[in-house]
């Protein structure tokens, strides 16, 4: 290892570590939540170190992004009342030397045997022979797409799902299904909008391309969904409603649509005495690349939908409050 | 048109049939929503009847996914265990389908709120199907989110501010559990190189790395199944949820992370796990039937006394593991209490979940008609509910494990193995639990015959309400009879049963005190 | 499956099916209920007795389904199960005609008499049992039938003696269930075959065999009412009379005992157990309880409760002459399980007669009751007399059998108790009879307590006190006939002595 | 511009140990969260240390993914970490949501917070 | 080293150092809005001569493009959100702008 590298890695696991216990030690939330976001950034350098650029673009965009504006929407409710992490129950962590002593203790024992497990652990080989092996009749030429949508495709297609159900588990934490229509519309700002107006159209056009890029390069339907939903977000921020404006049938549709139609291929093709998820081997590719385009939708519309009823959420609040 | 339909094909149909039914209640708008879930419920059993009689004559079936043979690929696993699995889900799941019918159209309100419940709950169903079909690890991992966060979701769907409370306590041990599975996982991919369980199992070799992985897959399962000391999330939100809710988690969600321990234990962990390890784990099953038990005696709110249980009833199932983990000298005289052991904890499966299930449609009936779960409400109810209070009884018989009742079988067997495997020190547990179980059922009971000073006017009940509790009840009765039917299902047909008689030790190594 | 595999099924069901019935009937459907009641009765009488007809020409009756490996349920007709399963059966129909008075005009009536059903149903089924976890089974059933029969009144106390009583009865079924495990897990299957299965394991295994027949000894102790497992028993006493008679003459104790007799002759066999010497504490047990119940006895003022403790003392005969090896003890012990029921039912009867006539239930005040209910006093005095032991009652029988086989096994002391426990049951008996009969009533007079124009109590409730006092009458007076309790009790005992 | 080839490439060429850094990290990161997961009482606290632990799992993965890169890093485990993170953000965005809701309603913002309940 | 290697490690150098001066400014200057000048103005400075930098080290055009499309965005997104700080903060009461004065060293 050469020095500069080992120093890079070694200056951004230090950061990493320090940046995560910062993000649960910091005396007011603001700063755990800028901690936390940070730690995501820095987080996606290490991927980036580590040879995996589709994590890193993942990482950055849903890890840091999009939980880091969920974090710090958020904010403003838990702050009310000041923003003391500590103040509004007492104390958060144990204070007293000896416990937080066994605490940190307890850690490093814990990250030192896990540590040792690594450290022992047996080469098992991986799968990158396999895969390369078999690349040429998976329909797309890059490593990490053929596997999600080709080799594990069942596994991606139930986490598609996941993001359906999530969205449900959020109606029933908000504790209604859909979205209210704001009373008033929200306070629009020139600026802001016209930033909206140039990025949003931009931003699609880069989810377009990641998309496309996916084929062969780093990218592909969660990068293109999420910065989808970054446009969403940057246009709902703008004050443009459209996830509210949308009918339910439609931000339905939208929603279900990638794992709808990602289950309906993954059977099609049994009639003809193929397998689950078993394409024939000609048409895998332009079929993967509909998969993907449905999948960038619904990503990208589901994880709008994530901070349009969420920011609903803390609003309807606050106008109950007002009142 | 004949491939689509081949026998081969179940499994898939097993985890599209439930998926598709899931998206479609999504997309409907909420009033068609409950009759429609009820027909995909009824279809699921249907789906589950035709498993069940396929896996009796064709045996264990495998099915990979996408074409790509496994390591690459994923596979799908249909056994006698899962079949029996997915059976239990599609009968207990139907039940409560049409209680929950019933429930949500004439009792919430909320319509908005409440119809979420049929694509959360189909979701589910279709997570739980894809976990008893899985052979994969990270596979397992996804479809355990799947079931995790539909499973809180549906903990919450009541909107009090307790089951609100609950639910994230229980959402935060649930995602810590399956991360430190996952942790697990990775390691054991990297030792290995592969994600199937089977292809895993021939590479797996004992080692620090091994048992870390194992330790945390353990741990973090063993916190998703409430296994004390990790039970700490269950009784509040098994409490503050509707309860068809309630029964499905506690029948069903519980179960299987269950099933996946066993899966684990049984197929992957193998040499890797020490007489002690077993101990250990029985140690944990024993101290929550205490433990679980004399909470549930505390309790002043029923449905917080059947919460209780759950974790005293779950403590036996793990009272399995020490008798089927053994030092190799011990078995040279025979191993002949492993399959015994073996069908007695999936007989607590089966019987925990029927009670457990009749248990809190019951007590949602009993909510429902004076208003609250408080003990007192059970006042003189033999006289003013009296289906309900069957139902209660019945159940309460099953969970004592008197007979003739799927409990009593399950404890049958399960003491037998303990006293045939020479662990005699499992005994004092399972008859205090037993006792202490007694002392709570009937406890309820009691109090169903007693007077009542003043006694408030009952609330209607629909009847269909009643019939559903008291059908899981007799059910949780009636499972008792085909036990050799259940038995020759497990054994003969699921790769479980072929680890079990070929009187194989699960662990060659170690020998312990 | 032919006709003899079903019947002894039937028997069991004859009960059980009109008591699922009632349930589901209205409250008010009392026509229905009594026929319906009546009706599973008779029948069930009719079968045993065809039974007994087929059984000695030597018909072999079992229903065999085999739930798992090493469960088999089994109902088998056998002579002592045949024995029981007479008394049960004869007692039950006694008993509801019986209740069916006692309940006239009272509340839950459709509960009383669907879990009254049930409950005979586990008492039959405890009966025709053909091996040990089939026992087992109704045993734990039985417990589970009675509960609500014992908190009947829902009164605060009769709650607080249903939960003394599940403590008891649940504590000792989960006591004998490790034994039953245990005694499978060492064995296999354990069908009643004086011990045949057993007897190989007496080298190696001599310990765990005495240590599991003690484990089973204590949780059939506990509803035979052993000292010091017999606390429930007198304060199960707040139950309605029919249970209190159902409870102590037929299905509760007597479970207990029969489950003894099972244990000892048929589980190990009478060789075994002489062998691995484990009846002496059975015995020194069961001498102690006799005199103890009656002691306790005289002291009680309430007559239910003498009569409970009465129970007590009683019960112990069977144990007692269970645990005392020799053909004529045994005859003794088999025998008293049919008699000490019909007596035991008579005074239950007759207790419940006054109670429900004149609403009393003191000793104290029953002065010159015999001549306000001269024929309930009557089957009353029999009764009493019976227990005390005066030929030719059956009680008489009894313990006749018992001391002879105590002397021809050399165990003098226990004629000794079986006096001085005759001498106690007069001194607890003779003042009530003495009182009821020559005493003076009350100068108020307890006619006037409840004034009704009839003398007596309602036939309902006379007829079977009635019956059952004649039937303890015959069954010592006739007991060399060849239909004798006596008769059938001694093939009981050759069988278990020379047929293994 | 083949950027997985050639980054990989270079991967192989450069370094052994990186992957093992990347593990002390991974170790570090899961007990921390772990840590954070039990001790820390702020819902928010809470979510993010359950963050952290993911984020833990997601470094091993990919350090044994770039310890058995051959022309390109082992794919699966990438495959892996993307479907994970997507799965940890749906959890913890209904874990955010949860809090916020039990936030608003009671102004609690810990389980032992009971007094603020009322 | 070639001579453009020379001349991307001085831009980034420069660079560091606006990077420095920004974060400094950030931590020490004494309100919200000599601070956000700070960050702002040094921030984009310092990524533009990054850019610059890495500008003498790419192997086509296009590379290039988007190399100055980054820098583009970065500044529009940095100037907005400056913007949007600046409006919030003018636009709320006195206890938010209490809120973020810095609880030691800046001054009045």
Known sequence: MSLPAGLLDGLLALLLVILAVRALIAPTLYQCAVAFISFGLTLSLAWARLAAPDVALAEAAIGAGLLGVLLINSLRDFSRGGDDASAIFGKDLPTALFSRTVISCGTLAFAAVLGMAMFHMPEGGGLTALTEASLPHSGVEHPVTAVLLNYRSYDTWLEIGVLVVAMLAIFCAGGFEGFRRPEQGPDSDPVIESLARLLAPLMVMVAGYLLWLGKAYPGGAFQAGVVLAAAGIILQLAGWQIIENLSTW????????????????????????????????????????????????????????FFVYFNGMGASESRRRTR | M???????????????????????????????????GVSFALANGVLALVTVFFVMEVGVLRQEIGGWAPPLGIALALDGLSALFILMTAVVGGVVSVYAKIYFTQVVVDSARSSLFWPLWLFLWAGLHGLYLANDL?????????????????????????????????????????LAYLMGVA????????????????????????????????????????????????????????????????????????FVILRLWTELFGVSLTFMAGQMVGVLGACAVVWGSFQALRQERLKLVVAHSSVAQ?????????????????????????????????????????????????????VMATGNDHKASMLNMVGRLPMTTFAIGLAGVSLIGLPPSGGFLAKWMLLSAIISSGQWWWVPFVLVGSLMTAGYVFMILRLAFAPSQHEAELKSVPRGLQVCALLLAVGAILIAFPAEWVIDLLEGTSTFGEVVRAGAPVNSGEVGP | MTWNEWIPLIIVCSSLVPGIIIFFLHEEAHRTRTILNLAGALLKLVLVGLVYLGFRTGEVYKFQFQIMVDLEFMLRVDALALLF??????????????????????????????????????????????????????????TLATYPLVVHSGTLKAVEAGRNYLFYTIGGGTVLFIGVVGLTVLAGPIDFSQGAQLSGLLENSAFELKLLFYVMLVGLAVKAAIFPLHGWLPIAMVAPAPVSALLHAVAVVKAGAFGIIRLVYDVYGINLAVELNVLWPLAILGAFTIIYGSVRAIFQDDLKKRLAFSTVSQLSYIALGAAVPGMISSTGAIVHLVHQGLMKITLFFCAGNIAETTGLHKVSELNGIGRRLPLTMGAFTVGALGMIGLP????????????????????????????????????????????????????????????????EAPWMLLFPPLVTALFSITSG????????PLSLARVIVERVYFLQ | MEWGRAKAGAVRGRTMETHFIYMAVSSALFSVGMAGVFLCRHFFKKIIATKIVGAGVFLLLVSIAERDADTFADPVPHAMVITGIVVAVSAAAFALALARRIRIETSRASFEDEEAAE | MFWNDWITVLLMMASGFFFLAGTVGLLRFPDLFSRLHALTKADNLGLGLLVLGLIFQIDSLLDGLKLGLIWAFALLAGSTGCYAIGRFFLHSDQKVRESVRPKEGGGE
Not at chain 3, 477 to 484: E, H, I, P, T, V
């Open chain 2, 138 to 178: 990270f596979n397992l991992y996804v479809v355990i989110e799947v079931i995790g966060i539909a499973a809180v979701a549906l903990a919450v769907l009541s909107g009090k501010t307790r089951a609100m409370i609950a639910g994230l306590r229980y959402l935060i041990a649930a995602v810590a559990g399956s």
């Open chain 1, 250 to 305: 439609a931000w339905k549709w939208g929603l279900g649509i990638g794992f709808f139609f990602f289950l309906a291929l993954a059977v099609s093709f049994m009639p003809l005495g193929l397998g689950f998820f078993e394409y024939p081997e000609a048409w895998a590719g332009p079929l993967i690349l509909v998969v993907e385009v449905l999948a960038t939708l619904s990503i990208g519309l589901t994880l709008t939908c």
């Open chain 2, 2 to 36: 004949s491939a689509l339909w081949q026998a081969d094909n179940l499994p898939v149909w097993l985890v599209v049939w439930p998926t598709f039914g899931a998206i479609v209640l999504f997309l409907l708008p909420a009033r068609w929503r409950g009759m429609t």
């Open chain 3, 392 to 455: 030719p009652i059956a009680g008489f029988v009894s313990k006749w059998y018992l001391s002879v086989g105590a002397l021809d096994a050399g165990q003098p002391w226990i004629v000794a108790v079986l006096l001085g426990s005759s001498a106690l049951n007069a001194i607890y008996f003779l003042p009530i009879i003495h009182a009821a009969w020559f005493k003076q009533p009350p100068a108020e007079g307890w006619r006037d307590l409840r004034p009704k124009r009839r003398f």
């Open chain 3, 477 to 484: 007076l006739f007991a060399a006939m060849s239909w004798s």
């Open chain 2, 314 to 366: 779950i403590g036996y199932l793990f009272l399995l593991f020490p008798l089927i983990t053994v030092p190799a000298t011990a078995v040279a005289g025979g191993f002949e209490w492993a399959p015994l052991a073996w069908s007695g904890a999936v007989y607590q499966v089966l019987a925990h979940g029927f009670a457990k299930a009749a248990f809190f449609l019951a007590i949602g009936v009993l």
């Open chain 3, 85 to 142: 399963a007479g008394l049960s059966s004869a007692l039950w129909l006694v008993t509801t005609i019986y209740a069916i008075g006692y309940f006239e005009g009272s509340s839950n009536r459709r509960r009383f008499f669907g879990f009254f059903s049930v409950c005979v149903t586990a008492s039959t089924g405890i009966a025709l049992s053909g091996n040990l976890v089939t026992f087992f089974v109704f045993y734990e059933f039985l």
């Open chain 2, 187 to 258: 390691l054991l991919y990297g030792s290995t190189g592969v994600l199937d369980i089977d292809l895993m199992a021939e590479r797996l070799e004992p080692g620090l790395t091994t048992r870390v992985a194992i330790a945390l897959m353990l741990g973090g399962l063993l916190v998703k199944t409430a296994v004390f000391p990790l039970h700490f999330w269950l009784p509040p939100a098994h409490s503050s949820a509707e309860p068809p809710v309630s029964a499905i988690l506690s029948a069903l969600v519980l179960k299987g992370t269950f």
